[in-house]
């Protein structure tokens, strides 16, 4: 007499399979759980390192606003505008210090203006300030700080500007075409810091403002 096994299984030992399994599944990632977290967080290290090199922007120049403040149009003028002028890529730019106020007045209590003094110190000894554009105050207190370089030292041509003071160390860039149609109340005045890290850069950004 032959017999014939019974293959088919049961709910009961797809349960108990099943059980097995999830166990077993379960003291895998218990014991793998620390290598796993490892390895995710070296991933994630290593995406963003890669995401930040791609992404990551090239300042060109150092561009500062002292006792100035540009609008939109302005402002796109001033650091876009010149950086497509120059054939500049993507991830180059001009990074643009503004809110600098050195005088004391309706807009400014005198905490902001040692905040401004401590904050335009600090981009000068890092090397991060390159072209300062400012109004007369900011001008002949810079000045008496001799923050600024004789610019006819960057650009011979400099010697014919009208607007260069006596010592070519600031430039009347009032009636320059941008600054023109901003529509200042007063003076703007253009200086080059003593130890800016862009000094061929910073000349043409001169020769930009006047060519247009």
Partial sequence: MQYTRNTTMTKTDRDTLRS?????????????????????????????????HVTKKEDVLYLGLVNITA????????????AEAQGLTKKQQVDLLSGLLL????????QYVYASEMK???????????????DEYARDRLLADDYFLDLRTLDASFHALSGL?????????????????????????????????????AA?????????
């Fill in 20 to 52: 097995s399994m999830a166990q077993k599944v379960g003291a895998h990632l218990a014991y793998y759980k620390l290598p796993i977290a490892i390895v995710l967080i070296v991933v994630y290290i290593l995406g963003y390192a890669a995401y930040r």
């Fill in 120 to 134: 335009l110190l600090g981009a000068v000894s890092a090397q991060r300030l390159d072209v300062v554009l400012m």
């Fill in 71 to 82: 609008g939109s149009d302005l402002t796109e003028q001033l650091t876009t505008g010149f």
């Fill in 204 to 212: 043409a950004y001169i020769h930009y403002l006047f060519q247009r």
């Fill in 103 to 110: 005088s004391e007045s309706e807009r400014a209590e005198e």
């Fill in 165 to 201: 003071n006596a010592g070519g160390t600031v430039l009347d860039i009032s009636d320059t075409p941008f600054v023109r149609q901003a529509g200042f109340s007063g003076k703007v005045y253009l200086g080059v810091v003593q130890n800016a890290p862009h000094p061929e850069r």
